[in-house]
Nanobody, 120 residues
Framework: QVQLQESGPGLVSPSQTLSLTCTVSGASITASDDHWSWIRHPPGKELEWMGGQVHDGGTYYNPSLKSRTSISRDTSKNQFSLQLRSVTPEDTAVYYC????????????WGQGTQVTVFS
């Protein structure tokens, strides 16, 4: 079965960079028809797709976050990572890495999620 696991600090200071890594098992992040994305769920708000990569490394972002977001990968470790720059308290959320099939608007597999809080 496909499993995803988020890792990274749970606390980040305002104006700093939020960095998370997703480790994937049971599937290759380079496999055809698989995409790999980051989404988040701020408290009291709706889920928000942040961005993701297709199997060959092409990257796409939510326009509202593109200026602050970078997604990268390490194929040798079967991992992909998120960087969100210049964070504010409004970036406090549960962050998930997910597996997409063919498009980014479906979530076939989820990590368990990790709480990230932005405050000083």
């Amino acid at each position: 079965q496909v499993q995803l696991q988020e890792s990274g600090p749970g606390l980040v200071s305002p104006s700093q960079t939020l960095s998370l890594t997703c480790t994937v098992s049971g599937a290759s992040i380079t496999a055809s028809d698989d995409h790999w994305s980051w989404i988040r769920h701020p408290p009291g708000k709706e889920l928000e797709w942040m961005g993701g990569q297709v199997h060959d490394g092409g990257t796409y972002y939510n326009p509202s976050l593109k200026s602050r977001t970078s997604i990268s990968r390490d194929t040798s470790k079967n991992q992909f990572s998120l960087q969100l720059r210049s964070v504010t308290p409004e970036d406090t959320a549960v962050y998930y890495c997910v597996r997409n099939r063919r498009t980014f608007n479906n979530y076939w597999n989820w990590g368990q999620g990790t709480q990230v809080t932005v405050f000083s």
